[in-house]
């Protein structure tokens, strides 16, 4: 009997619905430790969008943000960029463009600028003025304007951190790990919003 003809209300439905999410979780586990299995392979082309979404959706992916798109795009008509753009409609919001050097930003980003949302395009632009220079910055020299919006300790609840950083864009974020000593740093281009957030 096919899956569509079994009634919603069956234990048997149930039972398959439940299998299927275990079967698929467990596959996406393998697929986001050894990505290359997918997306190296001859059949990728033919996998499911959904599929593909779901995988560039996990934050656990490890693979490196790249892109093998031609870089001279000299003959590409608007139809081309349209095409492209309405192909990879699913697939653009879930690309980690913030991972991406600034010089790959330049070369393989910037030349498919049309396929992407405007304000995409400049929270991106943003992230490139932000440099990733090594070496220690002289006081003298820094040329971004830096202003203390939060400053908390351990007792620090995540609702004020979002009260207080709502509507504030372009954000560094850095904190102390308690117990190993560890500082972790975050960067964000873009808006912070607060309205989709449950306290």
């Keep these: 009997m096919p899956i569509e003809n079994i009634p919603k209300s069956s234990w048997i439905f149930t039972l398959l619905l439940e299998e299927l999410i275990v079967n698929i979780s467990f596959c996406n586990d393998i697929v986001v430790k050894y990505p290359n299995l997918i997306f190296d392979s001859s059949d990728f082309t033919s996998l499911q969008e959904s599929a593909l979404v779901s995988l560039l959706k996990r934050d656990d992916l490890q693979m490196k943000e790249n892109s093998t798109l031609p870089i001279d795009l000299g003959d590409w008509t608007k139809e081309n960029f349209l095409t492209l753009k309405t192909t990879l409609q699913h697939c653009l919001p879930h690309i980690r463009y913030f991972h991406f050097t600034n010089i790959e930003i330049y070369y393989r980003i910037r030349p498919y600028q049309k396929i992407l949302d405007i304000q995409l395009w400049e929270d991106i632009n943003q992230h490139i003025w ?49 117990g190993i000593d560890e500082i972790i740093e975050g960067y964000n281009p873009l808006t912070r919003d607060d309205s989709n957030i449950e306290f």
């Design 130 to 178: 932000i440099d990733c220079k090594t070496a220690t910055y002289s006081t003298k020299s820094i040329t971004c304007k830096f202003e203390l919006i939060l400053h908390g300790n351990r007792d620090l609840a995540p609702q004020k951190f979002w009260k207080i950083c709502h509507g504030h864009a372009c954000t560094i974020v850095v904190a102390k790990v308690k």
